[in-house]
């Protein structure tokens, strides 16, 4: 058991926003013990939870009371990798700012404001029983793990042979997060980024925060950061998406072609039945 966790003190992370371009500014602070994860956007606010999803198309957005912002998982892997449970984010734009298109800048700036322990358990949720979600040949799972870790196993097929067929399996705790996934960065294939861009989605995508893969290659001139870095982001995003539910999971995720929509589906058929979990506090 592990104690709840609030940054030390207010701090800005600014930059251009992936799909609206626009530069936006986060402020995030500290919040007292059992606040859970607050946006806020102008002079409305909601509490982050698997309720607040309501969108899974390419990113994971939430809203609801006025509030609707995209893309929240990457920014949030580093929540749940931290175990901050406590934390006002306020927010300028529709999207937090897209930085290097992974997770480790938003890491090592929450790290850098200092983080402080809470007199409060983190709640931990136990997966009891296997859940399952499938569409066609694509699946994401959970079953109990007996070890008491969060096992995070995932497959992805791309015909495209940059890509290709690619699994990765980790623990998720802090050190392996930000030694083996933090880092991975989002991908987007160049044949659709005009169609994207003519949606007014993607106008602040480059290669700065997005792997671009072409026919067959990864065009941007660094190459790729490390072995398996599509299906290591898959992973971040996986766990990002995890952060609705504000507890240390224990359990093991597997999915083959997984996705945001398939992960939010998993998470609320686990909360429909309270047989398929339990709740540590
Ligand atoms: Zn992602």
Redesign the pocket.
């Given at each position: 058991m592990r104690n709840e966790k609030t940054v030390l003190k207010e701090f800005l992370i600014s930059g251009v926003a992936l799909h609206t371009g626009k530069n936006v500014e986060m402020k995030i602070s500290p919040l007292p013990k059992g606040s859970g994860i607050i946006f806020k956007q102008g002079e409305n606010s909601i509490e982050l939870s698997a309720q607040t999803v309501i969108g899974t198309e390419m990113?994971t957005t939430i809203g609801g009371n006025g509030v609707k912002i995209h893309?929240v998982?990457?920014f949030l892997?580093a929540v749940y990798a931290l175990g901050i449970s406590n934390l006002l984010i306020e927010i300028d734009g529709e999207e937090p700012p897209a930085l290097d298109?992974s997770g480790i800048q938003f890491c090592q700036e929450l790290e850098k404001s200092g983080l402080v322990e809470q007199e409060k358990t983190r709640q931990i949720i136990i997966i009891e029983k296997t859940v399952r979600v499938q569409s066609g040949n694509r699946f994401v799972e959970i079953s109990p793990n007996s070890e008491n870790r969060f096992h995070i196993n995932s497959t992805i097929s791309f015909e495209n042979s940059a890509i290709g067929e690619q699994s990765f399996a980790v623990d998720v705790n802090l050190e392996n997060y930000r030694e083996k996934i933090a880092k991975a960065r989002?991908f987007g294939f160049l044949k659709d980024f005009d169609y994207l861009k003519s949606k007014g989605l993607a106008q602040g995508a480059s290669y700065d925060n997005v792997i671009v893969v072409g026919d067959d290659e990864v065009l941007n001139s660094g190459g790729l950061r490390c072995e398996n870095e599509f299906v290591r982001?898959?992973i971040?995003?996986v766990i990002?998406d995890f952060t609705v539910l504000n507890a240390d999971i224990i359990g093991n995720y597997k999915s083959f072609a997984g996705s945001?929509n398939l992960n939010n589906q998993l998470i609320k058929k686990i909360l429909s039945d309270k047989s398929n979990y339990s709740v540590k506090s």
């Open positions: 990113a893309t998982e990457h892997s298109g989002t982001h898959k971040l995003d990002g945001h």
